[in-house]
């Protein structure tokens, strides 16, 4: 057989030069490929992303809510950490002891060491404020009186 007399049964109109390069199936066989619908890809992308960012705003919200809230509970603790300073004491106050804070008759305050029950009847204030705790930043932590 010679070259000329060869007749290459597939027809060249429906074959790919480089079939492995197509962005589709080129035989019977092969995996199907459907296009997909980008509106509906980007859709839910869309909604994916979303979520996800709400999610991470709210934990960022979260962890505002809290500082903020130690930020006040802070502020408060200086307020009266001021307040106890400003009250007349014949001491100075040690670290994580227990002090009484009351108010006297002319309307100053007394830091004092004694407790409102050790007072009996000799009590001579017109009121007990609060029990004042002294912390190692030299603020105080304080429980008020609840009467």
Same mark, same amino acid.
Request: glycine letters at 6%; proline letters at 4%; charged letters at 25%.
């Given at each position: ?22 962005? $589709?199936?080129?035989?019977?066989? %092969? ?7 980008? %509106? ?32 006040? /509970? ?24 227990? $002090? ?24 001579? $204030? ?7 705790? /002294? /912390? ?12």
């Amino acid at each position: 057989m010679s070259k000329d007399s060869f007749i290459n049964p597939i027809n060249k109109d429906k074959v790919a030069e480089n079939p492995g390069l197509l962005p $589709y199936a080129h035989t019977a066989g %092969g995996a199907v490929i459907k296009p997909e619908d980008m %509106g509906k890809v980007k859709g839910r992308s869309i909604v994916a992303m979303r979520q996800q960012t709400d999610r991470q705003m709210n934990q960022l919200y979260e962890q505002m809510e809290v500082l903020a809230r130690q930020a006040t /509970l802070l502020s408060q603790r200086k307020e009266i950490s001021e307040r106890i300073y400003e009250a007349s004491m014949g001491f100075e106050p040690i670290i994580n002891q227990t $002090y009484y804070l009351y108010e006297k008759e002319d309307g100053t305050d007394l830091l004092s060491l004694v407790a409102p029950h050790e007072w009996g009847r000799s009590f001579k $204030y017109s009121r007990f404020l609060a029990t004042c705790l /002294l /912390l190692a930043d030299h603020t105080w932590d304080v429980s008020y009186n609840e009467e």
